[in-house]
């Protein structure tokens, strides 16, 4: 796309459908300053665009979004101007998704961990490969899950499995995402993309006008909600990682994920982030 020059985040097709794809894969789309910067950005370019009728929102390689990239956590940790500026940008990437007018399908292709998790059910309709998975790890981490899980997850769910699988940060597999509300449907993983691009089309091709404002009077419901609780959130999650605790939970949450990625050079199963 003209104008958009961002190689953590990319956008590509023509016609009615574009194609945005996290892009870190060497880091299982983990956010840095970059990705979330993009992340918050692309809705308005691509409102603005007005060929552009439907997106599809996928991640590079193995992951849909590891969440956020353990150096950048640490620097929202120690450094409080960059902290306030990153709880900043984390709203705007929950506003601009709920207030942007054209569907996403979200196909989640891989694991989507805090807030990959956030953006996958930000999405109007997600689809899910059958070998991914959400989690949001925010509160076994040290942090509150401000941007998204306790915003989205109980207009989804009920508010009993929110809790639930807030506060332990347990995995949630594709079939019990589909039964909980998370996921429209679980997809064959070499299938995921085609499935994603056909419904974008089928979307594209409804009325605009009729598609569109039903989509803005559908997040009514979730922008309303969202703004009882966002303000506190967002406090909160910033004071949270300013805990004197974080940087030891990070260390030892870090550790596990290396010792789970050796295991994975040597054949074993891969605990992902």
Known sequence: MRNW???????????????VTINRPENFNAVNEALHDALADVWRVLQRDRDVRAVVLTGAGRAFSAGGDMEYLRRVAS?????????????????????????VVAAVNGPAVGLGCSLAVLCDVVLMSDQAFFADPHVSLGVVAAD??????????????????????????????????????????????????????????????????TKRALNLHA???????????FAAESETFAHA??????????????????ADTTGASRKEQ
Not at 6 to 16: K, M, N, S
Request: overall charge negative; cysteine-free.
């Open 5 to 19: 020059d961002r190689p953590e985040l990319t956008i590509d097709g023509d016609g009615a459908v574009r194609l």
């Open 79 to 103: 450094d409080a101007d960059f902290r306030y500026r990153t709880m900043d940008g984390a709203r705007r990437i929950v506003s601009e998704m709920t207030a942007f007018h054209k569907p």
């Open 148 to 213: 998204g899980g306790v915003l989205a997850w109980p207009l989804m769910m009920s508010m009993l499995r929110a809790k639930e699988y807030l506060l332990t940060g347990d995995r949630i597999d594709p079939v019990t995402a589909e039964r909980i509300g998370l996921a429209n449907r679980v997809v064959a993983a070499d299938e995921l993309l085609v499935e994603a691009h056909s419904l974008a089309e089928r979307l594209a091709a409804q009325p605009a006008q009729a598609l569109w404002d």
């Open 223 to 233: 922008q309303r909600t969202i703004s009882t609780v966002v303000d506190f959130a």
């Open 245 to 262: 605790d974080f940087h030891e939970t990070l260390d030892k949450y870090q550790q596990s994920v290396g010792l789970a990625s050796a």
